[in-house]
């Protein structure tokens, strides 16, 4: 239960924050990564050259084309879409028990917080701002 409820509420994290950043991102910078598919494919070489350094220097073949260091790069790679696809299960649930008043609750909350943290900082800085008085207490 208390594994549920916490995916639940990432996955709502996810919901309200990083699936409009993503969309936007999406949006302005285009197709699946770069727009161009060699481009893409260089991309993601360049992402797997990285994590086979990473697992090369743990294996004493020492190659990025080291079966042992192909399996650890593809089991990295099946992890990843397994927590991609729980993580797209829980936000389908988050997303079935959204309502309008969670959002503006949400919001409320947000901007109660933003409120509150500005105002201490707001007032941390004024106890610290040297006083607008010269010696021998001559004003300005």
């Avoid at 709502?12 to 990564?33: C, E, S």
């Amino acid at each position: 239960m208390q594994q549920n409820q916490a995916a639940l509420e990432g996955a709502q994290l996810r919901l309200f924050v990083w699936v409009p950043v993503a969309g936007g991102v999406t949006y302005f910078w285009g197709d699946f990564i770069t727009g161009h598919p060699l481009a893409d494919m260089a991309v993601v070489g360049g992402i797997y050259y990285f994590a086979a350094q990473k697992h090369a220097a743990q294996t004493e073949g020492g190659t990025v084309f080291h079966p042992e260091v192909l399996r650890n790069v593809a089991s990295d790679t099946w992890g990843f879409a397994c927590r991609r696809a729980s993580d797209m299960q829980a936000m389908s649930v988050a997303a079935q028990t959204c309502s309008p008043g969670m959002f503006s609750e949400r919001a409320h909350f947000i901007a109660r917080h933003a409120i509150t943290a500005g105002t201490g900082v707001a007032a941390a800085a004024g106890n610290n701002e040297p006083s607008n008085s010269l010696p021998n207490n001559k004003t300005v």
